[in-house]
T-cell receptor
Framework: GAVVSQHPSRVICKSGTSVKIECRSL??????MFWYRQFPKQSLMLMAT?????????EQGVEKDKFLINHASLTLSTLTVTSAHPEDSSFYIC?????????????FGPGTRLTVT | AQSVTQLDSQVPVFEEAPVELRCNYS??????LFWYVQYPNQGLQLLLK??????LVKGINGFEAEFNKSQTSFHLRKPSVHISDTAEYFC????????????FGTGTRLTIIP
C-alpha cells in the first residue's frame, strides 16, 4: 500500500536554529503534499499545501517565511522551521496524495516531534 | 467552508462492549467524510470513508459508520471493542468537487477498560 515516511521522527533543537523535516512518498508519486501541525491533545491544523514544482499555498495565519516548504520532486517535500522558538514545539505531520489515485485520498506520515529548547 | 464537531473528547468503554463515537459536520456543499485513527506518537490511519452511495460504510478493524444527511452526522461504531482499539479518533470532511483540503474535528480519545 501507499507509504509515507518522515525524517526525523524526533528532533530537539536550540532556540534560534533552523530544522528541516522531510516527507517522502515511498511507493507512489505525489504531486500534492500537505503539512499539518498538531498540538498536544488537539486536532490537526493544516499549515500549507505543497505542489510539486510550484510555490506552496499557506493557510491563513501561517508565516511563510518561518515555515519554508519545498516540493522539488514527486516523492519529496521538506518543511524547514527557521529561527525556531519554543512555541514552535509541536508534532508535525505530512500527508501525500497519489498522483495516480483518487483526489480525496491522503496518506499520512508517522509525524515528527519537534522540541525547541 | 466546512466544520466538524466531535462532541466527546474522551470515551471510556469496557472491553467487549459496543462503542459509538459521534461526529457532526457543517458544510454548504456536498462532502466526503472520513474517520481516521491515531495511535500514540504516530500519524493517521484511514479507518473508513463515505463518498457516495450506501450510507452505511464498513472499515478496517471492525468499525463502521453511518452517514445521515438530515442530521449532518457520521457516527462511528464498533459492536465489541478490544484493548488494541485504545487510540485517538478523528472525524474529517472535505468538499467533493476537487478541493481536497481536509478539515478535522478535535478528536475523541477512546480508552478501553479491561
Amino acid at each position: 500500500g501507499a507509504v509515507v515516511s518522515q525524517h526525523p521522527s524526533r528532533v530537539i533543537c536550540k532556540s534560534g536554529t533552523s530544522v528541516k523535516i522531510e516527507c517522502r512518498s515511498l511507493d507512489f508519486q505525489a504531486t500534492t503534499m500537505f503539512w499539518y501541525r498538531q498540538f498536544p491533545k488537539q486536532s490537526l491544523m493544516l499549515m500549507a499545501t505543497s505542489n510539486e514544482g510550484s510555490k506552496a499555498t499557506y493557510e491563513q495565519g501561517v508565516e511563510k517565511d518561518k515555515f519554508l516548504i519545498n516540493h522539488a520532486s514527486l516523492t519529496l517535500s521538506t518543511l524547514t522551521v527557521t529561527s525556531a522558538h519554543p512555541e514552535d514545539s509541536s508534532f508535525y505531520i505530512c500527508s501525500a496524495r497519489d498522483a495516480g489515485g483518487p483526489s480525496y485520498e491522503q496518506y499520512f506520515g508517522p509525524g515528527t516531534r519537534l522540541t525547541v529548547t | 467552508a466546512q466544520s466538524v464537531t466531535q462532541l466527546d473528547s474522551q470515551v471510556p468503554v469496557f472491553e467487549e462492549a459496543p462503542v459509538e463515537l459521534r461526529c457532526n459536520y457543517s458544510s454548504s456543499v456536498s462532502v466526503y467524510l472520513f474517520w481516521y485513527v491515531q495511535y500514540p506518537n504516530q500519524g493517521l490511519q484511514l479507518l473508513l470513508k463515505y463518498l457516495s452511495g450506501s450510507t452505511l460504510v464498513k472499515g478496517i478493524n471492525g468499525f463502521e459508520a453511518e452517514f445521515n444527511k438530515s442530521q449532518t452526522s457520521f457516527h462511528l461504531r464498533k459492536p465489541s471493542v478490544h484493548i488494541s482499539d485504545t487510540a485517538e479518533y478523528f472525524c474529517a470532511v472535505s468538499p467533493n468537487f476537487g478541493n481536497e483540503k481536509l478539515t478535522f474535528g478535535t478528536g475523541t480519545r477512546l480508552t478501553i477498560i479491561p
